[in-house]
């Protein structure tokens, strides 16, 4: 498997609104997309630095598995995505070689975007997504 | 300020060329520049991700601040890094709104760039290093 780039990372905050006038004001960023997603349990913001991406994740589900995190290590770096040119190929990749899946199967993340999720055990001790990569050019997937 | 982009992701491993073989041979990341940093206590390697960057850093003092938080938290996340058009001026910028600065002054980082760490504090969070860019092209500070 080949990672094309790295697609995003993500901050795990208590609250979104709290967190972003830093990021805004201080930073530069600029707030594209934002969603509630049930099903991973968490509120989303893309925060658009440069070409680049950064994604503060909120729980919404307080026993989900972002909620732990705050709860057991505090605000704070959560995971890197970084973008492959075929996501299917990739877990059947990892799977063949014995990785740990979170994700069996791809799913729909931040904005429609196909991901899957890597166990840091299989993935240099890191919390690991796989983006689908849309395009052949860079960032084409963002438009 | 404004960032410009992503500069790197930075992971902490206990030990690097036991975290190198996963990286190139299940994700295709290609070794980079590798250098011990004695001031800060570290020995990193860069990885190209595409375009992108990931540094694996190890600690080579047992009292350093890397060697500390892979005690306290163990493998994982450490810091991002972001690259800015003028280090000196987003310096200057944070200290006079009352941001919590690591390195008051930029000093050389991986590679020679300079650099200068924000305390998480005033970066969302999350341990923030600032790179200074050193053209006006994407990349093309790592020729």
Redesign the interface.
């Known amino acids: 498997?080949?990672?094309?780039?790295?697609h995003h990372?993500a901050?795990?905050?208590e609250d979104i609104d709290a967190?972003l006038p830093?990021?805004i004001e201080?930073?530069?960023?600029r707030v594209g997309i934002r969603e509630r997603m049930e099903e991973q349990g968490v509120e989303a913001v893309a925060l658009d630095?440069?070409?680049?991406r950064?994604e503060?994740i909120q729980p919404i589900d307080p026993e989900g598995s972002v909620a732990r995190f705050l709860e057991r290590?505090?605000?704070?770096?959560?995971?890197?995505g970084?973008?492959v040119g075929d996501l299917d190929a990739a877990l059947e990749e990892?799977r063949s070689?014995g990785?740990e899946l979170i994700d069996e199967r791809p799913r729909r993340g931040l904005g429609g975007h196909m991901i899957a999720f890597v166990h840091?055990h299989?993935?240099?001790?890191?919390l690991t997504e796989l983006v689908q990569s849309e395009r052949s050019g860079?960032h084409g997937d963002r438009t």
């Open positions: 498997m080949l990672l094309e780039r790295i990372v901050y795990a905050v967190a830093e990021l201080r930073y530069g960023m630095v440069g070409p680049d950064l503060l290590r505090g605000p704070g770096l959560h995971h890197v970084y973008a990892l070689a990785a840091p299989s993935a240099g001790g890191v860079r």
